[in-house]
Antibody
């Protein structure tokens, strides 16, 4: 079964950094665009960032642009999200999700179980 | 850019049909046929139910259908079942500046 497994969440102080990872298995990882989507406690979904299959193009929501960096290691089937200058409103469950093909991140067909990030002093 | 607008809640009885609307603007839903719908049960990850406005991924019941008119997309669930009770989110591509936006979500209650 196709699987995504996030890790790296935790408690961090405002202004701190955290790196999330998403390990992919049982599909051709480099053939798919990938995204990060977050959900604050009791709130709706918010798209955060996306990267095409090769890693050559990245996209960011305005709310994280300049603070977060998405990347991927296709040789190890892993997606990353480097989060710097974290703020309280970054507190959320972070999901990694697979797009429909190499470029297509607009619809996300496979989701991980999520990893929780809490920004608090 | 603001989120897409969805009703906070809808309800229906088993066997009935319900429709959830998702209203955007001419810069997102109105300009692109790239609306997706997701189902999310409490404590679970979202599940893609509809993509590109009206396409069902493999394994999704044909009781779920999508449509669009102008700046508004809709998700219709026919033959409501208890297991359909969940939160539903729409999303749309919104151009090269904003990229991707979600709706605020709709809680579906099966009475």
């Amino acid at each position: 079964e196709v699987q995504l497994l996030e890790s790296g969440g935790g408690l961090v102080q405002p202004g701190g950094s955290l790196r999330l990872s998403c390990a992919a298995s049982r599909f051709s990882f480099s053939s798919y665009a990938m995204s990060w989507v977050r959900q604050a406690p009791g709130r709706g979904l918010e798209w955060v960032s996306a990267i095409i299959g090769s890693g050559g193009t990245t996209y960011y929501a305005d709310s994280v642009k300049g603070r977060f960096t998405i990347s991927r290691d296709n040789s190890n089937n892993t997606l990353f999200l480097q989060m710097n200058s974290l703020r309280a409103d970054d507190t959320a469950v972070y999901y990694c999700a697979r797009g429909l093909n190499f470029y297509y991140y607009y619809a996300m067909e496979v989701w991980g179980q999520g990893t929780t990030v809490t920004v608090s002093s | 850019q603001s989120a897409l607008t969805q009703p906070a809640s809808v309800s229906g009885s088993p066997g009935q049909s319900i429709t959830i609307s998702c209203t955007g603007t001419s810069s997102d839903i109105g300009s692109y046929n790239l609306v997706s719908w997701y189902q999310q049960h409490p404590g679970k990850a979202p599940k893609l139910m509809i993509c590109e406005g009206n396409k069902r991924p493999s394994g999704v019941s044909n009781r779920f259908s999508g449509s669009k008119s102008g700046n508004t997309a809709s998700l219709t669930i026919s033959g409501l079942q208890a297991e359909d009770e969940a939160d539903y989110y729409c999303s749309s591509y919104a151009g090269s500046s904003t990229l991707m936006i979600f709706g605020g979500g709709t809680k579906l209650t099966v009475l």
